[in-house]
């Protein structure tokens, strides 16, 4: 049984908030190179803390610190003892813009499904998220994004289905290549790549029936499938 089938029960629309996150931080572990140390890990932006629960059943981590904006520490600290996990899993508010940690204290930050809410803009990078990790540390990062910019009915499509200012949070495996270069291209390792298991993901949030997901499939049967996918960044801190 592969390790994101053990969580099947949470492939629900209660428990989901989007394209299925176990599939997606399976992965980019996977992919992570084989050095990665976990010890100390920050779930970044992690929604209901069902991925933090992946890392520490799944990873090394010996600690993972639960960090989201939208839902409360306290809703978060039910759920994580709810599976006696409150020894290793550390349930935190707040806004990855302004962290609490200090500087150096993580082995890892993992992010799923979040960083783009917040981390398009130039300096947020390596002012805001890098220096929290030690010098060795990795930061692991997957969020939805393009397989190229779309144009013409493509575009229109699309700029309909994403509203506004949320279009600005999809972009390609080139452009978050150059955003993390610029920002910290001299201190850091970074490969950006694509993800492979998009289709599954989606598929799965589609099966929830949730309001969102109806209208995503919709969209995404349409053709926006065609020119989605994930983005995965590796850094690791000099
Ligand atoms: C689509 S949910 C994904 C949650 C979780 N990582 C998962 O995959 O199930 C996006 C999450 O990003 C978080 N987020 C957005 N902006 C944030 C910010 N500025 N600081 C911390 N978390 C943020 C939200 O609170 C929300 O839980």
């Known amino acids: 049984m592969s390790r994101c ?26 992919r992570a190179p084989e050095s990665s140390c976990y010890n ?9 803390a069902l991925t933090s629960v992946f890392m520490a059943n799944e990873t090394p ?24 996990l409150e020894d290793r899993i550390v349930p935190i508010h707040g806004d990855a813009t302004d962290m609490p940690f200090a500087h150096g204290f993580f082995d890892a930050i ?14 947020v990078f390596a002012e805001k998220i890098l220096p ?24 229109d499509l699309f700029e309909t289905w994403a509203e506004g200012d949320d279009a600005l949070c999809f972009r390609t495996v080139q452009w978050w290549q150059e955003l993390l270069e610029e920002e910290c291209g001299d201190q850091c390792g970074i490969t950006v ?22 209208r995503d499939r919709e969209f995404l049967s349409k053709g926006l499938n065609r020119i989605l996918n994930f983005v995965y960044m590796y850094v690791q801190r000099r």
């Open 5 to 30: 089938e053990k969580y099947r029960q949470y492939f629900t629309r209660d428990c989901l908030m989007g394209p299925n996150s176990f599939r997606l931080l399976d992965e980019l572990i996977r």
């Open 40 to 48: 100390r890990t920050l779930d970044l932006g992690c929604g209901m």
């Open 61 to 84: 981590a010996k600690q993972v610190y639960a960090f989201d904006l939208w839902v409360s520490a306290t809703d978060n600290y039910e759920r994580i003892r709810s599976l006696g």
């Open 110 to 123: 993992v992010s799923v499904d979040s960083y783009h809410y917040f981390g398009c803009k130039k300096g």
């Open 132 to 155: 929290f990790v030690h010098k060795g540390g990795q930061v692991m990062i997957a969020v939805p994004g393009l397989k190229e910019e779309p144009k013409g009915e493509m575009k």
């Open 193 to 214: 790549t694509e993800g492979e298991c998009c289709d599954e993901a989606w598929e799965d949030w589609f099966n929830t029936g949730h309001p969102f997901a109806v």
